[in-house]
């Protein structure tokens, strides 16, 4: 399965302009008049304006462009390959939002040292528990910055 570079723009610009078009309906929350002064919505919402108009004309140009069959943005091989990384990544972002970022950060980390480039079981274990520990210090006690914790280490006392 191949997808052309045109496909990708036309999405990537369709993405951009629904980005810009929550950007104006948050904006619109706190008002975007200009009453003494520009409301806490007025810059945000003609920031999003400005991302839908320029998606706009992105999908025009890439439309109104004559390219040939074989710019090719990404075929079957890449594809995987991106999904191959993109996946972990999305079950990074479940699992911590779900256990905790910690418990997430530890099965990311062992699935890519372990699945991906193939270290021993001993090794992506202690390695994982390295960079959790490692992360826990430095944004638990020495920036004080608590992160998503979820109900295994809640269980454990530490919150």
């Not at 400005?50 to 594809?79: N, P």
């Not at 202690?126 to 944004?139: H, L, Q, S």
């Amino acid at each position: 399965m191949d997808i052309s570079r045109n496909t990708m723009e036309v999405a990537t610009a369709c993405a951009t302009a629904a980005v810009g078009g929550i950007v104006c309906y948050g904006a619109t929350q706190n008002g975007i008049g200009w009453n003494d002064g520009p409301e806490p919505g007025y810059f945000p919402f003609y920031i999003g304006c400005l991302i839908i108009v320029g998606s706009l004309v992105t999908i025009v140009q890439t439309v109104l462009r004559r390219t040939s069959v074989a710019d090719i943005f990404i075929d079957g091989e890449r594809l995987r390959t991106v999904v191959a990384f993109f996946l972990p990544i999305m079950a990074l972002t479940l699992v911590s939002a779900w256990l905790g970022l910690y418990v997430g950060m530890a099965l990311y980390t062992f699935y890519a040292m372990r699945v991906s480039a193939g270290f021993r079981t001993h090794t992506a274990l202690f390695t994982a528990a390295i960079v959790v520990a490692v992360n826990f210090v430095i944004f638990e006690k020495i920036f004080m910055v608590p992160l998503l914790k979820g109900p295994i280490l809640e269980y454990f006392g530490i919150y």
